[in-house]
């Protein structure tokens, strides 16, 4: 495995932000030749697919400024310091849909390895339990209903772009047809 | 729509890199409030999950230094300027495996959109057939040979932590059990 390997020579957090930090640093590759590391440093999050005992699902469309974009994805939040995912997806989900619900475990991705640290936890919810919606003051969202079955296309079909969204339902999809 | 719409207020590239630039840009809210948005530039990338006749799946180990972990992964890697999607995924799968094949797309993923503009290009590989090898210099990767049935498995066990590699095995796994 060693030789596989890059070991860390000198750390340098560019920026330190609100979401993200910025670290470019200087690494020793396998060969003994010298390289940039740049990344992102993002303390993980928790999403949650929310699917009700009529088989419908709860998605929230929201405005991705990176992409400049309105995008459907499953509720998700930052973890706070020292929280479990879990307690992250709860009140996610609680205050992006107003429900509450039996959240289950269902893997762990890395969005995109090569440039950030994110470890982003994902849930099932069922045996959805309908209360309050209280987003995040300055959080602009608006939830969407549909059918399983036509959220599964849509990831088919491309009009779910997501990552998280699309594994959580194709997982979900896969598993359930598997039996 | 227009009540979940942020509108850039000024610019700010703050890094500008080898594989990333960081924008940290001032933004108006739908509610007229300012914020703040962090993200990261990067100019998109092409993934592709080959699969030879007799059923097994490529995949590539490599160290990721933002996790200091080995991962596994379909291969992959960046546009090069004004070049399709496509051409991308010829060129990595070639690179990284030796293989040439059928090549046919299999969706975008956004991969973690609060921070990234990343778009990634999603393909599926078959009717492989094997050249040499010709990694990039500096890139220290393993190929990885393994049936899809154990793939699939790797997927719904964790695995799999790479987004895109479990975005494709899940998408090419339902769709072949749906006939």
């Given at each position: 495995m060693d030789k596989l390997i890059e070991k860390e020579v000198t750390a340098h957090t560019l920026y330190s932000g609100k979401i993200i930090n910025l670290r470019v640093d200087?690494?020793?590759?396998?060969?003994?030749?010298?390289?940039?590391?740049?990344?992102?440093?993002h303390r993980g999050g928790a999403a949650v697919l929310p699917i009700d005992n009529q088989g419908n699902a709860?998605?929230?469309?929201?405005?991705?400024?990176?992409?400049?974009?309105?995008?459907?994805?499953?509720?998700?939040?930052?973890l706070e310091d020292g929280e479990p995912p879990i307690t992250t997806a709860i009140r996610e989900l609680k205050e992006e849909t107003g429900f509450t619900g039996n959240v289950t475990?269902?893997?762990?991705?890395?969005?995109?390895?090569?440039?950030?640290?994110?470890?982003?936890?994902?849930?099932?919810?069922?045996?959805?339990?309908?209360?309050?919606?209280?987003?995040?003051?300055d959080e602009f969202i608006e939830v969407v209903k549909v059918p399983m079955s036509e959220l599964i296309e849509w990831v088919t079909e491309g009009?779910?772009?997501?990552?998280?969204?699309?594994?959580a339902v194709l997982r979900y999809a896969y598993t359930s047809k598997k039996g």
């Amino acid at each position: 495995m060693d030789k596989l390997i890059e070991k860390e020579v000198t750390a340098h957090t560019l920026y330190s932000g609100k979401i993200i930090n910025l670290r470019v640093d200087d690494v020793s590759l396998p060969n003994g030749n010298g390289a940039i590391r740049e990344y992102v440093e993002h303390r993980g999050g928790a999403a949650v697919l929310p699917i009700d005992n009529q088989g419908n699902a709860y998605l929230v469309k929201q405005f991705r400024y990176p992409y400049r974009e309105l995008l459907l994805e499953i509720p998700a939040g930052k973890l706070e310091d020292g929280e479990p995912p879990i307690t992250t997806a709860i009140r996610e989900l609680k205050e992006e849909t107003g429900f509450t619900g039996n959240v289950t475990p269902c893997g762990v991705l890395y969005p995109t390895p090569g440039y950030t640290n994110e470890k982003l936890y994902i849930f099932i919810a069922t045996d959805l339990r309908k209360g309050d919606v209280c987003p995040d003051e300055d959080e602009f969202i608006e939830v969407v209903k549909v059918p399983m079955s036509e959220l599964i296309e849509w990831v088919t079909e491309g009009k779910i772009k997501d990552a998280k969204t699309a594994y959580a339902v194709l997982r979900y999809a896969y598993t359930s047809k598997k039996g």
